[in-house]
């Protein structure tokens, strides 16, 4: 395995991880979103 080959490897391990974390973030505030929106619609239903 030549130098070049190492650092395509490290370079492309570091995009995957960094969208990973990415989309981790994205999910939880999807997650928070749906759970706000389910909380309101329960509360809704519950005072009408």
């Excluded at 490897?9 to 989309?23: A, D, E, G, K, W």
Aim: aromatic residues 8%.
């Amino acid at each position: 395995m030549s130098f070049d080959d190492l650092n395509r490897n490290l370079t492309v391990m570091f995009i995957v991880r960094f969208l990973l974390i990415l989309s981790k973030k994205h999910v939880i505030v999807m997650i928070k979103q749906l759970e706000v929106k389910q909380m309101s619609c329960l509360e809704y239903k519950c005072l009408r």
